[in-house]
């Protein structure tokens, strides 16, 4: 069993600056890739960011050069500038690797981000 646990949510105005982390822990043997997921209000989830291989990037163009994605060991972080309302979902971590010889896929339970003055 992999656990993923998200921290760092919360109400931030427009302009704002929000820090999000996320925790993967248990029998990890390695972690392939790891995604942070948004999903607004009546909309389908969309990927946000993508770390693979604790080097190559990848970026929705709605975040470019807005958010940053960062690997350390089983912890993933998304750094969050010049929020926009349009940036209000819930987010999602998601993680991608292997447990004793099986491959996984394993989702957080979501932090909310409010941008809103």
């Known amino acids: 069993q992999v656990q993923v646990v998200e921290s760092g949510g919360g109400l931030v105005q427009p302009g704002g600056s929000l820090r999000l982390s996320c925790a993967a822990s248990?029998?990890?043997?390695?972690?392939?890739?790891m995604y942070w997921y948004r999903q607004a209000p009546g909309k389908e989830r969309e990927l946000v960011a993508a770390?693979?291989?604790?080097?190559s990037t990848h970026y929705a163009d709605s975040v470019k050069g807005r958010f940053t994605i960062s690997r350390v060991n089983a912890k993933v972080y998304l750094q969050m500038n010049s929020l926009k309302p349009e940036d209000t979902a819930v987010y999602y971590c998601?993680?991608?690797?292997?447990?004793?010889?099986?491959?996984?896929?394993?989702w957080g339970q979501g932090t909310q981000v409010t941008v809103s003055s």
């Open positions: 998601n993680v991608e690797g292997v447990t004793n010889g099986s491959p996984f896929r394993s």
């Open positions: 770390v693979i291989s604790g080097a």
């Open positions: 248990g029998n990890i043997f390695r972690i392939n890739a």
